[in-house]
């Protein structure tokens, strides 16, 4: 646990000390405020238009019409700045000649795949800590339910950390930060989109295609609703890419030898 701590605090100081935590940061924050203030502006205009028929005011809910659609705006969002965060984990090691310095110590490979890991979940936690604002304006100006707000931000965390995952195995098998991420944005986007050759295909071929996409899954929580298949889904996915970067920091343990 100690060289856990120790490679954490060492990951979250490179973060901050170069620019490229203050950019994502930044980023994230003033589009994630341009699509709530869109949102928020639609729905305002909905609400003046149809608000006083009894019909369109059952409908005219804040979860379907902001909460939903902004956090679905903020995954497509991570899908872009995600490589972003994660191509540096492992490859600039690589580049840099530290990684076998690293693991020259008597520090294990899951120690390492850990503690990076873990770094990249804290700056993802840094991310949606920003967005504060929007719970705050909601329930001053509003009535949102708690529980469909929570479990937007449980989806997204999730599913953020799926993504940091795949990114983390991307990193590990090229020296190459540029490489990395470009590697971790086109699995991403399959991921992604996976789901679109369901028609095309057999019926049982099509369940799987969409059962394989990050997006399906992600869909339940911003509808409020949480499905354990759903969170096994991200947990797997996870752990999946995680055995796969450790897969790979062994085999160049074995190289080397």
């Given at each position: ?7 954490y ?15 994502i ?12 203030f ?27 019409f ?77 009535k ?57 295909t057999?019926?049982n ?9 990050i ?13 354990t ?8 996915f ?5 055995f ?14």
């Amino acid at each position: 646990m100690r060289n856990i701590w120790a490679i954490y605090k060492k990951e979250m100081r490179s973060y901050f000390i170069s620019p490229i935590a203050y950019v994502i940061l930044f980023i994230f924050s003033l589009i994630s405020g341009y699509f709530f203030f869109t949102i928020v502006g639609t729905y305002s205009l909905m609400s003046s238009q149809y608000g006083q028929l009894p019909y369109y005011q059952e409908l005219l809910n804040i979860e379907e019409f902001v909460v939903s659609p902004l956090f679905s705006n903020l995954g497509v969002v991570m899908l872009f700045l995600i490589p972003m965060l994660t191509m540096r984990l492992i490859a600039e090691e690589k580049g840099m000649g530290t990684l076998k310095l690293l693991l020259s110590h008597p520090v294990r490979d899951v120690e390492v795949l850990g503690a990076k890991y873990l770094a990249a979940l804290s700056m993802l936690a840094a991310m949606l800590l920003l967005t504060f604002p929007v719970p705050l304006f909601l329930f001053a100006y509003g009535k949102p339910e708690l529980a469909p707000l929570l479990c937007n931000y449980l989806g997204i965390f999730l599913m953020g950390g799926s993504f940091i995952a795949l990114g983390l195995f991307a990193s590990a098998i090229t020296e190459r930060q540029v490489i990395a991420s470009v590697l971790t944005f086109g699995a991403l986007i399959l991921f992604w989109v996976i789901n679109w050759a369901q028609n095309l295909t057999e019926m049982n071929m099509g369940i799987i295609f969409e059962d394989l996409s990050i997006f399906t899954h992600f869909e339940n929580f911003t509808k409020g609703i949480i499905i354990t298949h759903d969170v096994v889904y991200y947990v797997v996915f996870s752990g999946f890419f995680l055995f796969l970067a450790y897969t790979a920091l062994q085999s160049r343990s074995w190289r080397s030898k």
